[in-house]
T-cell receptor, first 115, second 107 residues
């Protein structure tokens, strides 16, 4: 089991540029979550999918953020245009059952720095 | 969505001392999960509590779920330097996390 795979591990970009973060969930997991972690705001849920369909995107900060899950094995989180305040560690996680009924398995995260 | 409040935010202990973190919700939870994140790492699942008043143990860690299923606690007996990290609770409805308690242990 390779676990949840995220890429890239680190991303440094300039303000205004488009950023795309990628995630491959564990095979067979029907739920996929995107989180953002900062010192000030802690671990924030941005969006989660069930069977590739977005279920709750109320945590997405604003229209500059978008997430897609074109198939069961791949998801992207895109920020366009990026701003310095988007600097954070972004985690992807997947689970077998609905939220709370089985553990979340987290990827190693993408550390995003926007200058 | 509902949110869980976690206290304290930070805890610094001497190795060998005990440690407790608390998680409180304003609404009744179906279940609650606990995670540990080592510095520079990602959250790792520790345990899930489901039943009212449930108590579970993992070696030196003791997890409790309140009778009203509105609060939970994690207690570590005789902390070790390997216990360093941030401990999070997560509510079951949509997997929103508490703010976490950062534990540091002085050897």
């Amino acid at each position: 089991d390779a676990g949840v795979i995220q890429s890239p591990r680190h991303e440094v970009t300039e303000m205004g540029q488009e950023v795309t973060l990628r995630c491959k969930p564990i095979s067979g997991h029907d739920y996929l979550f995107w989180y953002r972690q900062t010192m000030m705001r802690g671990l924030e849920l941005l969006i989660y999918f069930n069977n590739n369909v977005p279920i709750d995107d109320s945590g997405m900060p604003e229209d500059r953020f978008s997430a897609k899950m074109p198939n069961a094995s791949f998801s992207t989180l895109k920020i366009q245009p990026s701003e310095p305040r988007d600097s954070a560690v972004y985690f992807c996680a997947s689970s077998f059952l609905r939220p709370g009924n089985s553990p979340l398995h987290f990827g190693n995260g993408t550390r995003l720095t926007v200058t | 969505g509902q949110q869980v409040m976690q206290i304290p935010q930070y805890q610094h202990v001497q190795e060998g001392e005990d440690f407790t973190t608390y998680c409180n919700s304003s609404t009744t939870l179906s279940n609650i999960q606990w995670y540990k994140q080592r510095p520079g790492g990602h959250p790792v699942f520790l345990i899930q509590l489901v039943k009212s008043g449930e108590v579970k143990k993992q070696k030196r860690l003791t997890f409790q779920f309140g009778e009203a299923k509105k609060n939970s606690s994690l207690h570590i007996t005789a902390t070790q330097t390997t216990d360093v990290g941030t401990y999070f609770c997560a509510e079951n409805n949509d997997m929103r996390f508490g703010a976490g308690t950062r534990l540091t242990v002085k050897p």
